[in-house]
């Protein structure tokens, strides 16, 4: 007698779902690095020069960082022991918040324990089956899945192509003033989410015309600074900063662990915005608080960016940024397209299978590069997504174009 069991049938199911995975190029696994993320990571017992973290400042293993989180769970222990509308709410998360608010020169601020948890819970809390949500084609898979499970009808415009926003506020608002078969106790809405630095092609958002493009529709306007913050601005705001239009932005998010070293996300906005995100967001209201030592590493790299040390550490980023794109211009001959000035500048492969191969000739050499595909970005539109780090010496950054131009072919 011989029969399958459920859990082995189940089993053979997903063991063909990973095998088109891999028939495709589209299989991932993780890869182990036995050290800090840093200047180089250790894989295999080889150090390896890094340029595949988002930890732009190079905060993310530094000493005062580590100092703040220890100190936290000494004084506060390591679990925050509930969500915060039920145990109480911990001094380090009002501490980061206040912090955050100062920083980003706003009324208020709400941390959330990570980035796409706040833009699950921030969407989710503002919008609705009767409100619509227009959202760049690039934004990231957070904002995407927020939107969806608002019930809010979805719209992309093309990667800041605001012509066809513009279109889109228009048909909303005609389909705002139509008559609805649900008794919707309040007026519909339109938000327009997107994000300043996009996250996997390094480029930037025209902000100041998406401002005055949303106040003519009336429309609400969510960006998210995950890669802007501590990195653009004359202070490290962000892009809203730099193009000095912070006041007219209702939603600034962003994430504590990227330039700022450490883990979660967080929500800057008016009081009452903040008010409303407390009673409303779910994956706030719902959620363990995050551990005391994030939101004090948070605080405490929000302190560096804002001292002396800060802006020497934006400044050597840049210095870096700028050595990469002039390098890129002189070997544009050699195949490396131009790509946007910031701390994310990716090499266009386009297939799959290429891009892996490349990434892999740079990690037999040293170099530590992520291969990007989809669902990360579309299909057919792979690349090495290089970033850099003020942790990188002028030395590590000519290496890796050195590198990179070998191994391009
Ligand atoms: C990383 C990222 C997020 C998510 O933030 P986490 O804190 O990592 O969850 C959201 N938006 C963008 C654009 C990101 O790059």
Request: a neutral charge; hydrophobic letters at 45%; aromatic letters at 6%.
């Amino acid at each position: 007698m011989s029969f399958l069991l459920p859990v082995n049938a189940f089993n053979e199911e997903l063991t063909r779902r990973i095998e088109t995975l891999r028939s495709q190029n589209l299989y991932r696994q993780l890869l182990q690095i036995d050290s800090p993320q840093g200047r180089t990571v250790q894989i295999d017992g080889q150090p390896c020069l890094n340029f595949s973290s988002n930890d732009y400042l190079g905060l993310a293993n530094d000493p005062a960082l580590k100092k703040a989180a220890v100190e936290a769970t000494e004084k506060f222990g390591a679990g925050s022991g509930s969500a915060r509308l039920i145990a109480g709410s911990l001094t380090p998360h009002h501490v980061l918040e206040q912090k955050l608010a100062t920083f980003k020169k706003t009324e208020a601020a709400l941390a959330f324990s990570s980035g796409y948890a706040a833009a699950l819970g921030t969407i989710c809390a503002l919008v609705n089956n009767n409100d619509v949500v227009a959202v760049d084609k690039l934004v990231h898979a957070s904002i995407v899945d927020a939107v969806r499970l608002s019930g809010a009808k979805l719209r992309v415009f093309g990667h800041n192509d605001f012509d066809g926003l513009a279109k889109i506020l228009a048909w909303a608002d005609k389909r705002h003033k139509e008559p609805s078969e649900t008794t919707a106790e309040r007026e519909p809405r339109t938000l327009i989410v997107t994000e300043s630095i996009f996250s996997m092609d390094g480029d930037r958002t025209p902000l100041r015309e998406l401002v005055t493009l949303k106040d003519s529709f009336g429309a609400w306007l969510m960006v998210d600074e995950a890669h802007g913050t501590g990195v653009f601005g004359a202070t490290g705001r962000g892009l809203a900063e730099e193009y000095a239009v912070a006041d007219k932005i209702e939603i600034q998010m962003g994430t504590l662990g990227k330039a700022l070293g450490s883990a979660g996300g967080y929500i800057c906005g008016s009081h009452v915005l903040i008010d409303y995100l407390i009673n409303r967001a779910r994956s706030f209201v719902f959620s363990t608080a995050p551990v005391p030592a994030a939101a004090a590493a948070a605080s405490a790299a929000l302190d560096i960016l804002q001292s002396e040390r800060g802006i020497t550490l934006r400044k050597t980023l840049w210095q870096r940024i700028d050595q990469f794109c002039e390098a890129q211009k002189k070997h544009q001959a050699m195949g490396m397209p131009l790509t946007t000035r910031g701390p994310i500048l990716p090499v266009m492969i386009g297939d799959e299978a290429k891009a892996m191969e490349v990434a892999h000739r740079l990690r037999i050499q040293g170099i530590f590069v992520p291969a990007v595909r989809y669902p990360t970005v579309a299909r057919g539109q792979a690349r090495l997504r290089n970033t850099l780090s003020a942790a990188h010496s002028a030395d590590d950054v000519t290496k890796l174009i050195d590198t990179l131009n070998k191994c391009l072919w």
